[in-house]
Each structure stands twice: as structure tokens, then as C-alpha cells.
């Protein structure tokens, strides 16, 4: 069982939808991530949020819109996707952004057409 | 340019050992980290290690050389359970995790 919940588990979106992916976590961690794993691929940290403050944004496109209203809980807002958006995405977090380890959601499957 | 290999794709027994390898080249070093993703799942913490030597944690075992960039994740009696994806990452200088792109860890009976 984890501590990072992520809804939804699936998600099929055609290019000009507006969806939201939810996280949430039960562990008390102060830093919350979202990275994308696409197939045989590392994973590709997105962003990165630190108290609440978003301290990384790894020149993600502004199709994809983060949100953290506190330190539990992260959105990614999505709009006007790309099919080369399709792939899984994780929620993590942890204890601080310099604190190890990581722990992470089992992820949304994405798959935009 | 920052960059962890690992390979694609190892096959092993039941019952047996495998050893899945990880090399590294990054700006800097603070340590390094094992992952195990079953299909569909979450990534789920397996070692750390930040010194040189063998970490050993039931039947898992983690390895560390610095001077070599190089590291190697021990799976000793392999149950079919532990076919899984398994993620080798760095934290460079800057703090910044580096990961691979995973060996898939098949188990035959």
C-alpha cells in the first residue's frame, strides 16, 4: 500500500480536452513531485514543490499546468496535449527536496488521442 | 552531459542469483539509489548507498564503488515476485536525481 494516492488510474483525453491529474499524500512530506516515464525511457522530472513553492520547473510545455494548494495535495492541470504526451505519470514525495527517499504513486496512465 | 546505464532486459531462474549493474557519469555524487517497479505500480525504495561498500538487506544487496562510477544491485533466491523493473538513480551536486532507464528483471520457473 502507499501513501501517494493518485487519481485517476487511466486516462484517455482527445487533444483539446481540459483534464486534471490529482495527488495526495498521507505522509506528512513537505515536497511533492510529478515526473513522466515514458516506455524504455528514464524518468523525466517535471516539477518540483518545496513548502508549497514550486522550485523546479524542468522546461516542461504550458500544456502542463502544476498546482499545490498545500503540501498534501498536487494537481496537474493538462490542455491541448500531444498523442507524444502519452505515457504514465508519477506523483512522488518526500520528506524535504533534499531528503531521501523518494515515494511515489502508482501513477495515471495517459493516453491522449 | 549526465548519463546512468543500466541494461534493458535481464533474464534469470527461480532460486537463483542475478546481479543487474549500474554505471554512472555525473556532475558529482550524493548518493545512490535503487528502485523496484512491478508492472503498473508505483517505484517502490529499495537501497541507498552514499559510502563505498555493500549494503545487505535480507535478500537484497546493494554495491557502491565512487572511483569507478559504478554500482550493482545483488538479488539472492529469486522468487517469481521479484520480476520487475528495477531503477538505478544518482543525486548529483546539485542534489538533482539522475535516473536510468531501468532493467526489466525477467524470472523463469
Known amino acids: 500500500e502507499t501513501g501517494v494516492t493518485q487519481t485517476p488510474r487511466h486516462l484517455v483525453m482527445g487533444m483539446t480536452n481540459k483534464k486534471s491529474l490529482k495527488c495526495e499524500q498521507h505522509l506528512g512530506h513537505n515536497a511533492m513531485y510529478w515526473y513522466k516515464q515514458s516506455a524504455k525511457k528514464p524518468l523525466e522530472l517535471m516539477f518540483v514543490?518545496?513548502?508549497?513553492?514550486?522550485?523546479e520547473n524542468n522546461s516542461v510545455p504550458s500544456r502542463f499546468s502544476p498546482e499545490c494548494p498545500n503540501s498534501s495535495h498536487l494537481f496537474l492541470h493538462l490542455h491541448t496535449l500531444q498523442p507524444e504526451d502519452s505515457a504514465l505519470y508519477l506523483c512522488?514525495?518526500?520528506?524535504?527536496?533534499?531528503?531521501?527517499?523518494?515515494?511515489f504513486g502508482n501513477g495515471t496512465r495517459l493516453t491522449v488521442t | 552531459g549526465q548519463n546512468i546505464d543500466q541494461p534493458t532486459e535481464m533474464t534469470a531462474t527461480e532460486g537463483a542469483i542475478v546481479q543487474i549493474n549500474c554505471t554512472y557519469q555525473?556532475?558529482?555524487?550524493?548518493?545512490l539509489f535503487w528502485y523496484q517497479q512491478h508492472a503498473g505500480e508505483a517505484p517502490t525504495f529499495l537501497s541507498y548507498n552514499v559510502l563505498d561498500g555493500l549494503e545487505e538487506k535480507g535478500r537484497f544487496s546493494s554495491f557502491l564503488s565512487r572511483s569507478k562510477g559504478y554500482s550493482y544491485l545483488l538479488l539472492k533466491e529469486l522468487q517469481m515476485k521479484d520480476s520487475a523493473s528495477y531503477l538505478c538513480a544518482v543525486r548529483d551536486s546539485n542534489y538533482q536525481l539522475i535516473w536510468g532507464a531501468g532493467t526489466k528483471l525477467i524470472i523463469k520457473p
Open positions: 555525473t556532475s558529482g555524487f550524493n548518493g
Open positions: 512522488a514525495s518526500s520528506q524535504g527536496q533534499e531528503s531521501p527517499p523518494l515515494h
Open positions: 514543490y518545496n513548502f508549497k513553492e514550486q522550485t
